[in-house]
C-alpha cells in the first residue's frame, strides 16, 4: 500500500500491498520483524525464532523471523561475523521449512543474492548500501521481497531511488525500514517526519533496536540505549507504520553482534501489547 496525508494530517493508506507467505504487508495490520542480529549457532537462531514465534501467535501478530548470515559491516576486524553464506543460509532455509516462518536475511554482495534467495523469503539491503545499484538490481531480480533499510546518510524523499532501482527489474515487493540518521559523531537520531515521507513511496517499518544505536561509541563495537526502544517504537506506531522491526535476544550482554542496542527476549510480550493497543487507536 501506499499513504497519502489526509485533512486532519494523518496517514491514509491506498493499495500497493503484497503477501510474504503468511504476513500481508502494506495491509493496515501491524507485522513484526524480530530475531538476533546474527546467526549465533543453529540452535541459538531456532531458540529465538521459536520463542518469538509462540508470543507472535498468542497475541495474533504477523511475524517474519530475522539473522544475519554474515555481518560484513562490523566496526572491527575482530567482531564475530556469522557463519558465512552457505552455512547460515542452510540454517535459515531449514528453520524457514521447520517453523513455517518467512525468514529475512542482510545480503551485502550481489553474488549471494540468489543463494540467500533459495533459502529466505526476504532480502534486506543494509542501510550502509541502500545505494549500491548491483546490489539493489541483483536483490530485486531474485523475485524475493526486498528490505531496504534508508542509509543514516539519505534524506528519506531521496530513498524513491533505490525504490526505483528494485522496481526496474519489475519487482514490486519492496519496502522500506527508518533506522535512525546520524546525527553527530557516534550518534543517531529518528526523524518521525522520514516515517510520513517514506510511507508515501512504499510500505514503511520502524526499526527501533538500531535507532538506538550508538555506532563505533564503545572502543571498536557499538553502543547503545536499550531503555529508549519501547520509547521510540511507541512513538513510530502512533505516527503510523506498516511493520516494526527489532533485533530480539535472550541475553543481550552475551549477544555477539548488536547487544547493547538488543531488546531483552523478556520485554518482548509486553512491548507488542502496548504496540497493538496504540495501532488500534491510531487506526
Not at 529465538?48 to 523471523?65: K, R, S
Not at 566496526?75 to 557463519?83: A, E, F, I, N
Not at 521481497?145 to 542509509?151: D, L, R, T
Amino acid at each position: 500500500m501506499r499513504a497519502v496525508f489526509t485533512a486532519r494530517g494523518t496517514i491514509a493508506l491506498v493499495s500497493n500491498s503484497f503477501e510474504i507467505g503468511p504476513v500481508q504487508v502494506g495491509a493496515g495490520r501491524l507485522f513484526l520483524i524480530a530475531g538476533p542480529c546474527v546467526i549465533e549457532s543453529e540452535y541459538h537462531a531456532r531458540k529465538m525464532a521459536e520463542a518469538v514465534q509462540q508470543i507472535t501467535a498468542d497475541l495474533g501478530v504477523p511475524y517474519i523471523f530475522k539473522a544475519s548470515y554474515d555481518k560484513a559491516n562490523r566496526t572491527s576486524v575482530k567482531s564475530y561475523r556469522g557463519p558465512g553464506l552457505f552455512e547460515g543460509t542452510r540454517i535459515l532455509g531449514r528453520l524457514a521449512r521447520e517453523t513455517g516462518l518467512p525468514v529475512l536475511t542482510d545480503v551485502h554482495e550481489p553474488s549471494h543474492c540468489e543463494v540467500a534467495a533459495e533459502a529466505v523469503d526476504v532480502l534486506q539491503i543494509p542501510a550502509f548500501l541502500c545505494r549500491q545499484t548491483d546490489l539493489l538490481v541483483a536483490a530485486g531480480k531474485t523475485g524475493r521481497a526486498v528490505n531496504i533499510k534508508k542509509g543514516q546518510f539519505v534524506a528519506p524523499w531521496d530513498m524513491k531511488y533505490p525504490l526505483e532501482k528494485i522496481r526496474s527489474t519489475g519487482n514490486e515487493r519492496v519496502f522500506l525500514t527508518e533506522r535512525g540518521s546520524s546525527f553527530g559523531y557516534n550518534n543517531l537520531v529518528a526523524d518521525f517526519r522520514s516515517l510520513a515521507y517514506m510511507r508515501q513511496l512504499a510500505p514503511v517499518v520502524f526499526d527501533g533496536t538500531h535507532s538506538v544505536q550508538q555506532p563505533s561509541a564503545a572502543d571498536g563495537v557499538s553502543g547503545g540505549q536499550p531503555e529508549f526502544i519501547p520509547l521510540l517504537t511507541r512513538a513510530a506506531v502512533a505516527v503510523g507504520v506498516d511493520g516494526v522491526f527489532l533485533e530480539v535476544h535472550d541475553d543481550p550482554p552475551r549477544a555477539k553482534s548488536d547487544g547493547a542496542n538488543a531488546l531483552d527476549l523478556k520485554l518482548l510480550r509486553p512491548l507488542l501489547e502496548r504496540l497493538l493497543a496504540i495501532h488500534v487507536a491510531a487506526n
